[in-house]
């Protein structure tokens, strides 16, 4: 998300102070020429990954892969269940144990694979953003400069970190000598979402590998291609075998098999809200392992009369639209104040309908499928509530096109706190429009959610903007832009919208045993 | 470079203390034998604004092969004129609003890594320019100078998007946050004894947080630093980042240190001119200043250590790079009732160390730097054995040409002789005895300096009271010269000013500025 967030911002800098801004590192083709899709792509990596080597599933079933653009069957991928997250914990626990190349390893050559990994995802850029495209049906040039530079820059990030994460020496009371280790944790179990594959990825193997740690990762059902991808290019880049570990399968059945098993260390989960309760309850119910939890939200976007109306529509858009509104950071309450409000309304609708819908391998179009038919339902039935509930429907409001799961953009306007619509996550392109009128109004509605993910504010005032960022119940709060994300900052909930913080350096704690190891000395001094 | 391709760093141990291990069986490490390659001196001017010029006044000096006494080639002598030309360039290039301020963190980062990546693919290049100019083994150069450059460009790298400020719980209704800005212009001025791994040190730094630099390389070997220029070219730094000038110190050294326009300098060398360089930044601007000097470093054997494992280190502490290093071993004391059996073996291994042409891979000591250096080292050899200091082996010249000299140890040093006082950055080991861990530790503080200090024993009560007790920027307890880019490196009293690698190292290059907002109402 950050890159071609920050191109845009850049873009919109530029075209306001009319500087350019020189000498950006970008990789190769991104100022050059525009990126294609691979034509004919053949899907290789099908099998669950453990110990570097590709294996059957245990129970002899398979996942069938669909394009949701299309509904076509892509390929099988080999189900995991138990008895392969078993034999997946066997390598990672192996992997793990004392005296192991992956543990005698220096920290500094850790923070070299991570960079070498990097290094060949840039190197297969364009595959696999193809991959991520047909099977996750994101647009090829979202994936290629949000993704694919977001999972480059997480790994290359935490590469850097391997060798930083330094322990302490403590002046502890009497003749003792105390000092700190940041251990590994251990054995992780991570669980990652549909809406940003290969992201999600990264995001949950850097930090894990950065630290230490071996790890049995499971991709979504919907999209484990990217995943496996990424097996390959870990096995070269030369991680030893049971480092990495990556099982497809189900939730119920992989996913929980992970949760409660007695051998994992940690886990970490990012996805609904309702899943991450199970998560928890299975870690209490087993071996108490660590928790970690990157669950759902609905956002506040709060929009004051004194800001850049057309900068703050088309940001409150993007916090919108973005990636067919399948964003736990969505911003899918905007709050407007009244003077501004039928103004904004009608500038949203306006930057709604020209959204283009299509096929999203295709140059031109902004929004691609929803990711299956389940989830194409569930968002037709929230629009549907909301009609019936009173809201006044803007625009869109239906499925699109003749076949794949693809709904129109849809505005809302007159949407009241108390709406199904307001208040569950609809993880869809549907834009929720209230008003307001003071800011301890505002403040108080925004935080009337069991969510606290993320937030955004736009004012040109500092009084309110500095109000506002302490006031709000949220991981992250935007201030006149929205979706900034980047490696360095770190990211989760307050209240319901999870557990813990990834990315930037508080992501290492989640990662992390510390050690206090005391010695007893004949003689201290200062 | 095609020719280039003999071994690669990476099958071999990089860390020092594994190749002392090796010494001896060197030769066994490599696969193919080295071919000079004759027309290697191709960047020899000012590199200012990433461009190559002549000196203002079209001086230029000699760099010499210390192994043969021959000229390699001329170099360009910068002085004031063109001092004042990179600080210019340097100033401009950190101006608000330049591509350098305005470049994200992580892609000076990038840059860093980058140079890097270059410097390891030239890693054979660079390591034969270095032994030519310098004259330590090739060997050396290959697996120790070269992939410590490149690790330690690699760990900033890393740093330059993690260098948090913080935000700050002030009392009243204020919001309070700290930015870490980098200092502006850094004057950098380098040795000749690392002549790579010191730019490295100085540049990781200052460039992932953001400065801007001026460094003069020393005169005796400025060949490796100018062909690391070109490479900071060609990964794309912005002009006038980093700018490198070849000089000598009471001339252009002199220049930065009293330059107005300079924010900062950082000097590696001998502590008479650190004194010189502290004094300059009184008398002009104030500029902050980070020193780091000579040594006197005392290796202390205790009677229960492994002996063999400590004669070892103990002759790798002060014969490493023909004992041209700051942190050399250089006041060895031993425990009495070991005391003669280490000084036997000790002898032994000075006995047995190859001293010759620093190409060849059997050759574990080359030449001396220069003839300054070489006579200096006679001269203090002379002084120990006037003194009455017991010279056990070695104790003159070893060749006909060059500037060689031969492996020496003394035994029976006393406390208050030269040779056991001064730095003599040479071939000399020095053999002291001593009974109780008291004395000892305050022997081995009584001195100027406090750079490094070593213990070897198996008593962890005995290693920790010696960790705390000496007054040493490192401490290393069974080992010795074990440097990482993680680990900070810096002396106590004379030895220096502010701490060189790891996280401390960004300390030296940013100033830390603190913004106070009013806000209407503040909550927790």
């Not at chain 1, 902004?366 to 629009?383: T, W």
């Not at chain 1, 993320?454 to 004012?459: N, R």
């Not at chain 1, 005032?461 to 709000?472: M, Q, V």
């Amino acid at each position: 998300m950050h890159v071609s967030e920050n191109r845009q911002r850049t873009m919109s800098n530029e075209s306001r102070d009319g500087q350019q801004r020189e000498n950006k590192l970008s990789t190769r083709p991104l100022d050059t020429e525009m990126p294609m899709p691979v034509s004919d792509l053949k899907i290789e990596y099908t099998k669950i990954f453990m110990n570097n080597e590709w294996h059957d599933s245990c129970c002899g079933r398979r996942i069938p892969v669909y394009n949701p653009a299309t509904g076509e069957l892509l390929c099988e991928v080999e189900e995991g269940d138990k008895e392969d997250i078993d034999k997946a914990v066997k390598c990672a626990r192996q992997a793990f144990q004392l005296g192991s190349p992956w543990r005698r390893m220096d920290a500094s050559e850790r923070g070299r694979l991570l960079c070498k990994l990097a290094d060949l995802v840039e190197r297969d850029r364009q595959i696999l953003a193809t991959l991520e495209a047909i099977d996750s049906g994101k647009l090829f040039l979202v994936a290629y400069f949000v993704d694919l530079v977001g999972t480059i820059k997480t790994l290359r990030y935490y590469g850097g970190w391997a060798d930083k994460i330094q322990g302490k020496t403590i002046p502890v009371d009497g003749e003792y000598f105390t000092f700190t280790r940041h251990e590994p944790i251990g054995v992780c179990g991570q669980i990652i979402p549909w809406n940003f594959p290969l992201l999600m990825f990264a995001w949950k193997i850097a930090p894990a590998l950065c630290c230490g740690n071996t790890v049995i990762i499971k991709p979504a059902e919907q999209t484990p291609l990217t995943a496996l991808h990424m097996a390959s290019l870990i096995k070269e880049a030369g991680f030893p075998p049971g480092v990495v570990n990556i099982v497809p399968g189900y939730g119920p059945t992989a996913g929980h098999a992970i949760a409660q098993h007695m051998d994992i260390d940690k886990v970490a989960f990012t996805g609904s809200t309702d899943v991450g309760k199970i998560i928890k309850k299975a870690a209490g119910n087993s071996n108490l392992k660590r928790v970690t939890l990157e669950l759902g939200g609905k956002n506040p976007n709060i929009v004051f009369a004194d800001s850049d109306l057309e900068h703050a529509v088309e940001q409150a858009h993007h916090g919108l639209f973005f990636n067919q509104g399948q964003c736990c950071l969505a911003g899918s309450r905007v709050f407007v104040e009244e003077p501004i409000y039928d103004d904004f309304v009608l500038k949203s609708v306006e930057r709604a309908k020209k959204r283009v819908l299509g096929n999203p391998l295709v140059p031109g179009v902004d929004q691609g499928p929803q990711i299956d038919k389940k989830h194409f339902d569930k968002i037709l039935e929230l629009i549907e509530s909301g009609r019936r509930e009173g809201a006044k429907l803007e625009c869109g409001g239906g499925a699109w096109g003749q076949k794949g799961f693809f709904i129109q953009p849809t505005v809302f306007s007159d949407v009241t706190d108390d709406m199904r619509i307001a208040k569950e996550e609809i993880f869809g392109p549907v834009q929720q429009i209230m008003k307001f009128s003071s800011i301890e109004e505002v403040i108080r509605r925004a935080n009337n959610t069991h969510y606290g993910l993320a937030a955004g504010v736009f004012t040109n005032d500092i009084n309110k903007a500095l109000t506002i960022s302490a006031a709000l119940q949220a991981g992250t709060v935007w201030v006149n832009c929205y979706n900034a994300m980047s490696s360095q900052c770190p990211f989760g909930g307050f209240k319901m919208s999870g557990n813990g913080r990834e990315m930037g350096e508080y992501g290492l704690q989640e990662y992390t045993e510390i050690k206090t190891v005391t010695i007893k000395i004949p003689q201290k001094n200062s | 470079s095609e020719q280039h391709k003999y071994f690669r760093p990476s099958e071999l141990g990089t860390d020092i203390n594994l190749l002392s291990v090796a010494v001896g069986g060197w030769a066994e490490l490599y696969m193919a034998p080295y071919l000079p390659n004759s027309s290697i001196t191709s960047f020899s001017q000012l590199f200012i604004n990433n461009e190559w010029h002549d000196a203002v006044n079209k001086k230029t000096f000699p760099t010499v092969n210390p192994a043969t006494g021959e000229v390699i080639c001329q170099v360009a002598e910068g002085d004031k004129a063109d001092v004042d030309k990179a600080v210019k360039a340097a100033k401009d290039a950190f101006q608000l609003g330049s591509p350098w301020r305005r470049m994200d963190a992580s892609d000076r980062g990038l840059l860093l890594s980058h140079l890097a990546d270059r410097i390891e693919r030239d890693a054979a290049y660079l390591a034969e320019l270095e032994t030519l100019d310098n004259g330590k083994p090739y060997a050396v150069a290959y697996t120790v100078d070269v992939p410590m450059v490149v690790k330690c460009l690699r760990y900033y790298a890393g740093w330059a998007d993690k260098w948090e400020g913080k935000t700050i719980p002030v009392d009243g209704d204020y919001f309070c946050y700290t930015r870490h800005e980098p200092i502006g212009v850094c004057g950098q001025i380098i040795p000749w004894n690392f002549p790579l791994l010191m730019q490295a040190w100085k540049l990781g730094p200052a460039l992932a947080t953001g400065n801007t630099v001026v460094m003069k390389v020393a005169e005796q070997t400025p060949l490796s630093a100018l062909y690391v220029a070109h490479l900071i070219k060609e990964v794309g730094f912005p002009p006038g980042v980093v700018n490198i000038i070849p000089g000598l110190g009471p001339i252009a050294g002199a220049a930065i240190a009293s330059h107005m326009d300079v924010d900062k300098v950082a000097f590696t060398g001998s502590t008479e001119v650190g004194h010189l360089i502290q004094q300059a930044s009184g008398t002009s601007n104030l500029k902050k200043v980070t020193l780091e000097l000579g040594g006197k470093s005392p290796n202390i054997i205790m009677s229960d250590a492994d002996i063999e494992v400590a004669v070892e280190q103990a002759h790798f502490a002060v014969f490493f790079n023909q004992g041209q290093c700051c942190c050399a071993g250089s006041r060895t004391y031993v425990q009495e009732s070991i005391y003669n059996e280490f000084v036997e073996h000790s002898v032994e291994r000075a006995k047995r160390r190859v001293v010759g042409d620093p190409f060849s891979f059997n050759t574990e000591q080359g030449p001396q730097v220069n003839e300054e250096q070489f006579k200096k080292i006679l001269g203090y050899i002379s002084s120990g054995k006037k003194e009455g200091a017991k010279l056990l082996c070695g104790g003159s010249v070893a060749a006909e040409r060059g500037y060689f000299i031969q492996p020496t140890v003394f035994g029976d040093v006393k406390d208050n002789m030269t040779i056991a006082r001064e730095e003599i950055f040479g071939p000399v080991m020095q053999i002291l005895k001593f009974r109780t861990l008291e004395e000892v530790v305050e022997r081995a503080n009584n001195t100027k300096y406090g750079l490094a200090a070593a213990v070897f024993t198996k008593d962890i009560d005995k290693a920790n009271y010696i960790s705390a007790g000496l007054r040493t920027g490192t401490i290393w307890i069974n080992c010795y010269n074990v440097f990482g880019a993680q680990a900070p490196f810096g002396g106590y009293k004379a030895s220096g000013i502010g701490r060189e690698l790891g996280q401390y190292g960004l300390d030296n290059y940013t100033e830390v500025k603190t913004v106070v907002i009013k806000v209407p109402q503040k909550n927790s």
